[in-house]
T-cell receptor, first 110, second 113 residues
Framework: KNEVEQSPQNLTAQEGEFITINCSYSVGISALHWLQQHPGGGIVSLFMLSSGKKKHGRLIATINIQEKHSSLHITASHPRDSAVYIC????????????FGQGTRLTINP | NAGVTQTPKFQVLKTGQSMTLQCAQD?????MSWYRQDPGMGLRLIHYSVGAGITDQGEVPNGYNVSRSTTEDFPLRLLSAAPSQTSVYFC????????????FGEGSWLTVV
């Protein structure tokens, strides 16, 4: 079992729908990152969370440390949101390495 | 401020050849790392560095070498390429161990035939 699991692996929705992507982890972490990988391959950082909730535009990320679970929500989804979304856990011990989920491929149809 | 610059973007190698993937950042970041991304798998850590002169192995280090002679540069060397090293490689940096934002290079698509 991977230390970081994402669900679903693939998600197709219609423009305007509310999107939720889930990330569960089984290790002790100091923070969790959400990343977006564009179709061309580039990866950008969306959020880093250690507790609670963060919001940026139509994107909202939450984390529940006790339940070892984080979610990424997209409100009023748009075709330009189509991308792979990746969560990455910052492991608490040692050199604070990142462990990545497999990614969720999101497709928003017009 | 160019962020993380990674080259080359595409490369085809023959089995047994060696090559170096270059990575440079201009943000004075302490922490730099190399990952590989394979279909159906998350990014996996190859090597990382917490500062100039300090490197360490990640999850999948075999067949790769790194060095960190300056804060800015963190090249990844493939010593004797194998088909199993066909992958997409990403260099990343962040300010320090607990850095808020991770900056990624654009990726290098490597095919070993």
């Amino acid at each position: 079992k991977n230390e970081v699991e994402q669900s679903p692996q693939n998600l197709t929705a219609q423009e305007g729908e509310f999107i939720t992507i889930n990330c569960s982890y089984s290790v002790g972490i100091s923070a969790l990152h959400w990343l977006q990988q564009h179709p061309g391959g580039g990866i950008v950082s969306l959020f880093m969370l250690s507790s609670g909730k963060k919001k940026h535009g139509r994107l909202i990320a939450t984390i529940n440390i006790q339940e070892k679970h984080s979610s990424l929500h997209i409100t009023a989804s748009h075709p330009r949101d189509s991308a792979v979304y990746i969560c990455a856990a910052l492991i608490i011990q040692g050199a604070q390495k990142l462990v990545f989920g497999q990614g969720t491929r999101l497709t928003i149809n017009p | 401020n160019a962020g993380v610059t990674q080259t080359p973007k595409f490369q085809v190698l023959k089995t047994g050849q060696s090559m170096t993937l270059q990575c440079a950042q201009d943000m004075n970041h302490e922490y730099m790392s190399w990952y590989r991304q394979d279909p159906g798998m998350g990014l996996r850590l190859i090597h990382y560095s917490v500062g100039a002169g300090i490197t360490d192995q990640g999850e999948v280090p075999n067949g790769y070498n790194v060095s960190r002679s300056t804060t800015e540069d963190f090249p990844l060397r493939l010593l004797s390429a194998a088909p199993s090293q066909t992958s997409v490689y990403f260099c990343a940096s962040r300010l320090n161990l607990a850095g808020n934002t991770i900056y990624f290079g654009e990726g290098s698509w490597l095919t070993v035939v």
